[in-house]
């Protein structure tokens, strides 16, 4: 089992940039696949980026160029960088992290683009 906690959301200019972070109540060392997640109101929540383990990344086509996903297994958290944003950003971002088969979430940061 593992609790996350993300932070770094808010209200940002379109243009701008933000960092989310994931942190872990334990070791990520042994956790493959850690990702973010976002859904927008009345969206489906879908995948922005998962890193793996061994650094490998996987980002949406929509993100791609502008946000980087990050681990710092020593701090056992994961970063979402976020640049260029834009209003279609605007989202609850969670963090997820799957263990043996079975996904934990956390409570989700909101992030804002004005336009």
């Known amino acids: 089992q593992v609790q996350l906690v993300e932070s770094g959301g808010g209200l940002v200019q379109a243009g701008g940039s933000l960092r989310l972070s994931c942190a872990a109540s334990r070791s990520i060392l042994s956790i493959n696949a850690m990702g973010w997640y976002r859904q927008a109101p009345g969206k489906q929540r879908e995948l922005v980026a998962a890193?793996?383990?061994?650094?490998?990344?996987n980002y949406a086509d929509s993100v791609k160029g502008r946000f980087t996903i990050s681990r710092d297994n020593a701090k056992n958290t994961v970063y979402l960088h976020m640049n260029s944003l834009k209003s279609e950003d605007t989202a609850v971002y969670y963090c997820?992290?799957?263990?043996?088969?079975?996904?934990?979430w956390g409570q989700g940061t909101q992030v804002t683009v004005s336009s």
């Open positions: 890193v793996t383990s061994g650094g490998g990344t």
């Open positions: 997820k992290a799957e263990i043996s088969g079975r996904n934990y």
